[in-house]
């Protein structure tokens, strides 16, 4: 069973930094891994992904300020951000896309909520 935890969330001011964790079971370590965020009211949107291969990608909206990475002897996809921003304030989440497309469902983790203040 594919499970995924996400962590690393909390309250930091406008311009402050925060590193998010994905740490995932059940399923390979290079699996293509997708955070995601989502405001009340608003659909949930992709931010970045990193691929079986490596590849990485990013929403427009965080080019620039997030990094995401893995750390396959951890099974830990990390999304580090810094200079936030209050737009950033979302619940984030991580999904395992490969297992996704293998299986048929969505693996969500559970949301960790990112608050940053003005």
């Known amino acids: 069973q594919v499970q995924l935890q996400a962590s690393g969330g909390g309250l930091v001011q406008a311009g402050g930094s925060l590193t998010l964790s994905c740490t995932s079971s059940?399923?390979?370590?290079?699996?293509?891994i997708g955070w995601y965020r989502q405001v009340p009211e608003k659909e949930r949107e992709i931010i970045a992904t990193?691929?079986?291969?490596?590849?990485?990608h990013y929403a427009d909206s965080v080019k620039g300020r997030f990094t995401i990475s893995r750390d396959s002897a951890k099974n830990v996809v990390y999304l580090q951000m810094t200079s936030l921003k209050p737009d950033d304030t979302a619940v984030y989440y991580c999904?395992?896309?490969?297992?996704?497309?293998?299986?048929?469902?969505?693996?969500w983790g559970q949301g960790t909520q990112v608050t940053v203040s003005s």
């Open positions: 999904k395992d896309i490969t297992s996704s497309l293998v299986y048929g469902r969505d693996f």
């Open positions: 990193i691929t079986r291969s490596g590849s990485i």
């Open positions: 059940g399923g390979s370590s290079i699996n293509a």
